[in-house]
């Protein structure tokens, strides 16, 4: 079964770090790009940056750039978001979703997980 | 950066009719590049369509896509109860990828 499952709910305060996980299994997860979709409670979805695990490129939303960092490591089938100073506003459901070779649309989307930033 | 609007916001409707959700973009954007997902309360999205008119795998033949250029639109052509829920449409162009804000689908 083809799948992404992401790493479990996270809480932190405000000028922490956290990196969140994403790992692929049952496809060649050197072969597709995954990308970073953020939800805000009770809001639309944004995209935030995609990364292509064969080689590591990446690509982020212009609202992003700078604020985060897309990674992966191909030798364990997982890619990552992270962040070096948590705000309240990244205060989130963050999902990570596989995009397919046509239509650049995505096909296969983790669980998500949830990041709570409060005092 | 092209900005995808979806209207209504909000659609109210019976089971069993026809349901028209429509997704406007601020430039020309490909066929190729337009989808439409769904998602439930407490779920992830689900993709529907891609290619403007492809429907993914295993998504029922009620749903289907349609338009060019800078208008689409997905059509619910008998709405089961299962089909209530928030409906976006995605685009990519230029290495950017954008959602539109969504409509939500709401059992009248």
């Known amino acids: 079964e083809v799948q992404l499952v992401q790493s479990g709910a996270e809480v932190k305060k405000p000028g922490e770090s956290l990196k969140i996980s994403c790992k692929g299994s049952?496809?060649?997860?050197?072969?597709?790009?995954i990308g970073w979709v953020r939800q805000m409670p009770g809001k639309g979805l944004e995209w935030m940056g995609i990364?292509?695990?064969?080689?590591?490129?990446?690509r982020y939303s212009p609202s992003f750039q700078g604020q985060v960092t897309i990674s992966a490591d191909k030798s364990i089938s997982t890619a990552y978001l992270q962040w070096s100073s948590l705000k309240a506003s990244d205060t989130a459901m963050y999902y990570c979703?596989?995009?397919?070779?046509?239509?650049?649309?995505?096909?296969?989307w983790g669980q998500g997980t949830m990041v709570t930033v409060s005092s | 950066e092209i900005v995808l609007t979806q209207s209504p916001g909000t659609l109210s409707l019976s089971p069993g009719v026809r349901a028209t959700l429509s997704c406007r973009a601020s430039q020309r954007v490909s066929s190729s590049y337009l989808a439409w997902y769904q998602q439930k309360p407490g779920q992830a999205p689900r993709l529907l369509i891609y290619?403007?008119?492809i429907r993914a795998t295993g998504i029922p033949d009620r749903f289907s896509g349609s338009g060019s250029g800078t208008d689409f639109t997905l059509t619910i052509s008998r709405l089961d109860p299962e089909d209530f829920a928030v409906y976006y449409c995605q685009q990519y162009g230029s290495s950017l990828y954008t959602f539109g804000q969504g409509t939500k689908l709401e059992i009248k």
């Open positions: 290619g403007a008119s």
């Open positions: 049952g496809y060649r997860f050197t072969s597709y790009w």
């Open positions: 979703a596989r995009q397919i070779d046509y239509g650049a649309s995505f096909d296969i």
């Open positions: 990364i292509y695990p064969g080689d590591s490129e990446s």
